[in-house]
């Protein structure tokens, strides 16, 4: 790996090749242009050097995806001090957690975070800044203090005939060197900090511009859905598209889909990059209803005018994405297969990733003209992955993956580490799957998901709850195990329901004959014994997948 370049070296690259372009904005709200980041890199570098920041000292930020979030990360790696991103969903406990945990010496706020967290929970972090301006929260430290007081005059005074591009002089990282905490969990005991080095940055960001960047027009535009915290947004929609010379819309708003769809249409992105949930609610809630109509089903079965039919219904999808995109990327969870069926059926430009927060997160890919239904791509060429099988092709086994991508190990848990890391240096992904001999890999669950059927059979909990998500009303659905039997947990879709005016009872026996019709295509080890409503959506992960372990 001593071939890998700097990684802040394409930030300044970016910088200075797009000086003058649009690079960082919030949807309705301000832009910056790459010179103004470059500028507010270099004013946070003097204020970080005020507080006697070092070169490996951890700064955490914890806000809604911004321009200013952004900058905040830019100017911490580019500076050499390692950045601790926290999802904004944490609670306060978690976020004291997680500053404490990784040594934090400083943190940058968003508006929703700053005020829940308390700075006394918090006795070593020297300064709390605030996002949306850089103004100083909280200061333990009077050098800090007086930098920000007299940071115009400071930055005055270090380039006293203008700040240039030549000016941009920034850390020179090398591929081993720490860069990044990010911690999977923010619960005192279940916390894991999952250290990158500057080459898992790198090698994300060099795969996505040789592979997807190719397909893209230049000074493309790219909105930021997924929070920036979670290593699927940051790589895929934050720093590939930045150290691209793209322009970015930031979602600083809590991403509704009446917001996506909405932003969408205005920011029109030149690819799109989304949790399944996200793809699954447009697809139901605003194409689905215009394409079932009677007359639409019959003329789809007519071979002289479906191709037809399909090429329009394929393009009132693609507008429901904005019309612009090379293509849809999907990742973070299983996406569901009558969804995934319809878009394939209509020649929909979609594709399915796979990666874990470990790997920074890309394990596998495939364009979509390459994309093979059910599976989630193939290993990029910097990864090497195996299936833990004696018959990869059809007999599931764990993941495993090494290579450029892969993190160096846990923060202050080498037991952990040594865990998922092995004397091989395979990391074990805890997933399941098959892989064919062209290299697609097929994903059939989690391995601390998977249960035990009453004979010993394995069951794949996610397999079921695929098919009951497509039923009717079944808003989104969890299987468990009572003893020998398996129950589903269903939430309803309660529009629907209210839309239909159903009953409490009739919405049970709608649920019934549902449950009656998966037995009816599910072995005997496998069928559902009974089912439960639930009233109110299941918690979720940042990337939307269900925290199972809340229901069992």
């Known amino acids: 790996m001593n071939d890998i370049p700097s990684f802040n070296s394409y930030i300044e690259k970016t910088i200075q090749d797009n000086w003058l372009l649009d690079a960082l904005t919030d949807y309705k709200g301000i832009t910056l242009q790459y010179h103004d980041v470059a500028r507010k890199i270099e004013k946070l570098h003097i204020m970080m050097e005020a507080a006697g920041i070092q070169k490996g000292d951890r700064i955490a930020v914890c806000g809604r995806n911004s321009a200013h979030w952004a900058v905040a990360f830019l100017a911490t790696i580019t500076y050499g001090a390692v950045i601790v991103p926290i999802l904004h969903e944490f609670n306060a406990e978690q976020i004291h957690n997680i500053v404490n945990h990784s040594e934090s010496k400083l943190l940058f706020v968003g508006d929703y975070v700053v005020n829940m967290i308390e700075a006394d929970d918090m006795p070593h972090v020297e300064g709390i800044l605030n996002l949306p301006d850089f103004s100083l929260h909280t200061s333990r430290n009077e050098q800090l203090t007086d930098a920000r007081e007299r940071l115009n005059e400071l930055f005055g005074h270090r380039f006293p005939n203008a700040f240039r591009k030549d000016d941009i002089h920034w850390h020179h990282d090398s591929a081993e060197e720490l860069c990044m905490i990010n911690y999977t969990s ?60 793209y322009h970015l819309h930031f979602l600083t708003r809590l991403p509704s889909p009446a917001i996506i769809a909405e932003a969408f249409q205005q920011v029109k992105p030149d690819v799109v990059v989304a949790v399944p949930l996200i793809i699954e609610k447009i697809i139901r809630k605003r194409v689905f209803p215009k394409i079932q109509s009677n007359a639409i089903k019959i003329m789809l079965q007519m071979p002289v005018v479906s191709k ?21 990327i999907i990742g973070g969870a299983p996406l569901n297969q009558e969804i995934e069926q319809f878009l394939k059926s209509i020649d929909f430009p979609f594709t399915v990733g796979y990666g874990t927060t470990e790997c920074a997160p890309l394990i596998s890919y495939s364009d979509w003209h390459d994309f093979e239904p059910g599976s989630c791509g193939t290993p990029l060429p910097s990864m090497e992955v195996k299936i833990a099988s004696s018959a990869p092709d059809n007999t599931e086994g764990e993941i495993l993956a090494r290579g450029t991508n892969l993190m160096l190990g846990y923060y202050k848990n080498p037991e952990a580490t040594h865990q998922a890391i092995d004397d091989d240096g395979w990391y074990h992904t805890g997933d399941l799957a098959t892989m064919s001999s062209d290299g697609h890999i097929y994903i059939r669950g989690r391995l601390k998901n998977m249960l035990l059927g009453a004979n010993g059979q394995n069951v794949y909990p996610e397999e079921i709850e695929d098919k009951l998500n497509s039923m009717a009303l079944v808003s989104e659905s969890l299987i468990v195990q009572r003893g020998d039997h398996l129950v589903a947990l269903i939430h309803p879709d309660m529009d629907e329901v209210k839309h239909m005016g159903f009953s409490e009872e009739e919405l049970a026996q709608v649920m019934e004959q549902n449950r009656q019709e998966i037995n009816a295509q599910l072995p005997n080890y496998s069928k559902l014994q009974s089912f439960e409503m639930q009233q109110e959506e299941f918690i979720k992960t940042p990337k939307k997948s269900i925290k199972r372990y809340l229901y069992k």
């Open 308 to 328: 037809k039919v399909k090429e329009r219904i394929c393009q009132e999808v693609y507008a429901a994405f904005g019309g612009r995109a090379y293509e849809v």
């Open 186 to 245: 923010g619960t005192t005991g279940f916390s894991k900090g999952v250290m990158l080095p500057y080459r898992a940055l790198w090698g994300n960001v060099d795969f996505c511009q040789k592979h997807l960047g190719n397909h893209m027009p230049k000074f493309s535009n790219m909105l930021s859905i997924l929070p920036m915290a979670h290593m699927y947004g940051m790589a895929i929609e934050f720093l590939f598209p930045f150290c691209s010379g």
